[in-house]
């Protein structure tokens, strides 16, 4: 039987008397790469923002490797040096170097040695093809550059789970293929627990194992990417799909 890595149960985020996440349901296998699909202003981002501690929920329950959440700000903070979350805004330091935005986490959270830590962080910027670039400042990076960073500056504190969010939404469509491909990689060889958001459907079909369908904050359908491409369970899903060009 598969370890369970996360589980979701009954989770309400509403705005006043407007619903965000309507009873929200599922789990997460360890290993398992599950994507979340819809429409815009389904709710995907908002419903991973909370698995983080970004967005507060007013009700359900979210467990993270056996132990439930309790939702205060300094569990958050323990919590998030095991959930690592990548943006579609990179949200990197401007004034600080490549190095030294990456090492921030592992050095002054984790208090990890600085000379492992910064060895490592070569180690993972020649994975990303940017060792080169190590004392550069973001702003001397292109958008696709960015995006690579902000992955190493989330694998430098060991996360034992992975969510991207639309990493490649503002990137240039030649600079998309080279951050799939790294979480291909993650997926591939690392074998990394990930909930990926995106709407480049080739690629969630390429590494989803399971796809999770939202639409107006609820779940539609949860089932196997295979199931998912090749026979939607609902006309919306299918409807959506047929939206897409892939």
């Not at 329950?61 to 309790?70: A, D, L, R």
């Not at 050095?107 to 490592?120: G, S």
């Not at 994975?127 to 960015?146: H, I, T, W």
């Not at 694998?155 to 639309?166: T, Y």
Request: aromatic share 8%.
């Amino acid at each position: 039987m598969a370890e369970q890595i996360l589980q979701v149960e009954h989770l309400e985020k509403y705005y006043q008397k407007k619903y965000v996440l309507h009873d929200i349901n599922f789990h997460v296998d360890k290993g398992e790469v599950v994507t979340l699909l819809g429409p815009s202003g389904s709710g995907k981002s908002t419903l991973i923002r909370c698995l983080n501690g970004l967005e507060e929920y007013q009700q359900g329950t979210i467990t993270f490797e056996g132990e439930q959440i309790n939702p205060t700000e300094k569990n958050w903070q323990q919590i998030r040096q095991k959930i690592g979350m990548v943006f579609q805004s990179y949200d990197l330091f401007p004034n600080l170097t490549v190095m030294d935005n990456i090492l921030l986490g592992p050095t002054k959270v984790q208090k990890q040695d600085k000379f492992a830590a910064k060895k490592e962080a070569l180690d993972l910027l020649e994975r990303v093809g940017l060792e080169d670039y190590a004392n550069a400042y973001p702003r001397e990076l292109s958008g696709g550059q960015k995006q690579r960073v902000a992955i190493v500056r989330a694998l430098a504190l060991h996360p034992d789970f992975m969510l991207f969010d639309e990493v490649t939404a503002s990137l240039d469509p030649e600079m998309v293929r080279g951050i799939l491909n790294i979480i291909q990689d993650l997926a591939d060889v690392d074998h990394m627990t990930m909930i990926v958001v995106t709407h480049e459907m080739n690629f969630a079909q390429q590494i989803a194992d399971r796809v999770i369908f939202l639409e107006d904050g609820h779940i539609l359908e949860q089932t196997p990417s295979k199931q998912f491409f090749s026979a939607t369970q609902t006309k919306r899903a299918q409807a959506f799909l047929d939206s897409m060009d892939f």
